[in-house]
């Protein structure tokens, strides 16, 4: 069974930057299509980003050029540079990772954005 785990969400002032990371436990990692989603208090969650097995990357129009998704097979881990960050931002963020094995989802992390 994956497990994902995401770590590097925090408190942050408008327009500075954070890194979160999701590492995952298993051995199917690198076959596995990966995303970062987000949910804001009282909203649907959202895509942000996703990244396939080929590093082909995929973002939410409204975050292009602010962010950006990589992953790191050899440790498992895929990761969501996130710059110039703003207010509207402040969500719970969500590693999910899908392939043929299933769809699996992380417990999400707090980014909180302080005007």
């Known amino acids: 069974q994956e497990q994902l785990v995401e770590s590097g969400g925090g408190l942050v002032q408008a327009g500075g930057s954070l890194r979160l990371s999701c590492a995952a436990s298993g051995s199917i990692f690198s076959i596995l299509t990966m995303g970062w989603y987000r949910q804001a208090p009282g909203k649907q969650r959202e895509l942000v980003a996703t990244i396939t097995t080929g590093a082909s990357t995929n973002y939410a129009d409204s975050l292009k050029g602010r962010f950006t998704i990589s992953r790191d097979n050899a440790k498992n881990t895929v990761y969501l540079q996130m710059n110039s960050l703003k207010p509207e931002d402040t969500a719970v963020y969500y590693c999910?990772?899908?392939?043929?094995?299933?769809?699996?989802w992380g417990q999400g992390t707090q980014v909180t954005v302080s005007s």
């Open positions: 999910k990772g899908w392939g043929r094995s299933g769809v699996y």
